[in-house]
C-alpha cells in the first residue's frame, strides 16, 4: 500500500503545490524509417530538451482537473482527451491511488508545433502527481508509464540529449562533455498535425519524390562530441522537413531568413511547423531572433539554450 498524504499533510506545507517545469524538445536528427505494422514508424532519433518550458502546479482536491493559461489557451480540451489528465489517470492506475488533484497548466510551448509541448505536459504531469502522491516511483518507472502515453513522452522525463529508437520510446541518454548549444526557435502562425506530416511523407516517398533518408546518428553524435557548433550545423537533419515543407511552402522563407541573418543552419523541428536555428553563441542568437521577428517570416523568434534538465520539481 502506497503512502497517501492527507490534508493535514498540506495544511502543514509538507505536500504541495507541487510545481513542476518541463522543457520542450527539439530533433537534432530524426531518422524515419519504415513503416511498421503497428501504423508507427521506425525511427532513429536525437532528442535534445532546450529552455522553453510549460509548468505544471498540482494541488490536493476531491476530484481531477485541469485549468490552464497561455499557448492554447481556449482551443485545447482540458478534458480527458489532454495529456495531462490522461498521464494523472495513468499513474493512479499503475501505483493504485486515486487520481484526485488540481492542476494548472502554464503553457509557454506552442500548440502542435513539433515541440512536443503535449508530450511534454504530460511527462510533468506523471512527475508532478508522483510527488503529490507520494507514489515516489523512480525514474525509469515514470518513463515506462510515459511510453503508453506518446513516443516522446519518455525523453522529457529524463530531458538532456538521448538517442531515441523504436517509435521513439526508447531512450539511452547520450554522454557528452558539458556544452550549451544556442538556438533560434521560430514559431509559425499555424501548427501542422504529427499524423499528416508522416502521412505525406509516405506519399513523398511512395512516389520516388521524398530525397534520400538520413543515414546512421554516427556523425551527429561525433559532433556533439566536440564543441563547435559549425561541425554540428553541418550533422543536423530531419527526414519530416520535406514532408513539413510540402504542407507550408513558406517555410522554406522562415530557413532562407534566419541563413541570411547568420544563423550556422536551420531545420524544421519535428514535424514542424517549428523552425530551428543553430547559432554560434548567445548574442548571435539574439541577435538572429531580433531579425526574424523585425522580417515577420514567423509568429514569433525565441532565443533557447540545451540541453537542460526534463521534468523536474521546483
Ligand atoms: P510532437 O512534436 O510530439 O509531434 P507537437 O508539438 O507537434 O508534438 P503537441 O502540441 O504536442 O504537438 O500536441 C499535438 C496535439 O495533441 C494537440 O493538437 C492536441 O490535440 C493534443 N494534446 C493533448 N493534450 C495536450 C496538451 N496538454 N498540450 C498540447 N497538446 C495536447
Redesign the pocket.
Known amino acids: 500500500e502506497a503512502w497517501r498524504p492527507d490534508d493535514e499533510d498540506e495544511r502543514r506545507g509538507a505536500i504541495g503545490p507541487v510545481k513542476v517545469r518541463v522543457p520542450a524538445k527539439v530533433n537534432l536528427h530524426l531518422g524515419v524509417g519504415p513503416l511498421r505494422r503497428d501504423g508507427y514508424h521506425e525511427l532513429n532519433t536525437v532528442y535534445h530538451a532546450i529552455s522553453i518550458y510549460d509548468e505544471l502546479t498540482a494541488r490536493r482536491g476531491d476530484t481531477l482537473a485541469l485549468t490552464m493559461e497561455g499557448e492554447?489557451t481556449g482551443e485545447?480540451a482540458l478534458d480527458d482527451?489532454?495529456?495531462?489528465i490522461r498521464a494523472a489517470h495513468a499513474l493512479a492506475g499503475y501505483a493504485g491511488v486515486l487520481p484526485h488533484a488540481r492542476l494548472h497548466?502554464r503553457k509557454q510551448i506552442p500548440?502542435?508545433?513539433?515541440?512536443?509541448?503535449?508530450?511534454a505536459?504530460a511527462a510533468a504531469a506523471l512527475v508532478a502527481c508522483d510527488a503529490l502522491w507520494g507514489t515516489g516511483l523512480s525514474r525509469d518507472e515514470l518513463a515506462g508509464i510515459a511510453a503508453d502515453l506518446g513516443s516522446?513522452v519518455p525523453f522529457l522525463i529524463y530531458g538532456g540529449t538521448a538517442l531515441g529508437t523504436g517509435r521513439g520510446e526508447a531512450i539511452s541518454p547520450v554522454l557528452a562533455r558539458p556544452t550549451t548549444w544556442h538556438w533560434v526557435v521560430a514559431i509559425a502562425d499555424v501548427?501542422?498535425s504529427?499524423p499528416a506530416a508522416y502521412r505525406e511523407l509516405d506519399r513523398l516517398r511512395d512516389s520516388g519524390a521524398a530525397g534520400a533518408p538520413l543515414g546512421p546518428t554516427d556523425a551527429l553524435l561525433g559532433a556533439l562530441r566536440q564543441r563547435d557548433p559549425r561541425v554540428l550545423a553541418r550533422t543536423l537533419g530531419n527526414d519530416l522537413q520535406d514532408a513539413a515543407l510540402a504542407m507550408l511552402p513558406a517555410l522554406a522563407d522562415t530557413l532562407k531568413a534566419g541563413e541570411e541573418a547568420g544563423a550556422l543552419t536551420g531545420i524544421v523541428s519535428?514535424?514542424g511547423p517549428t523552425c530551428v536555428f543553430l547559432a554560434a553563441d548567445a548574442a548571435d542568437a539574439e541577435r538572429i531572433a531580433a531579425e526574424l521577428n523585425a522580417a515577420e517570416v514567423c509568429r514569433e523568434a525565441r532565443v533557447a539554450h540545451g540541453p537542460v534538465a526534463g521534468a523536474r520539481v521546483g
Open positions: 492554447g485545447l482527451s489532454n495529456l495531462v497548466l500548440l502542435a508545433g513539433g515541440l512536443a509541448g503535449g508530450s505536459d516522446d501548427g501542422l504529427t519535428g514535424s
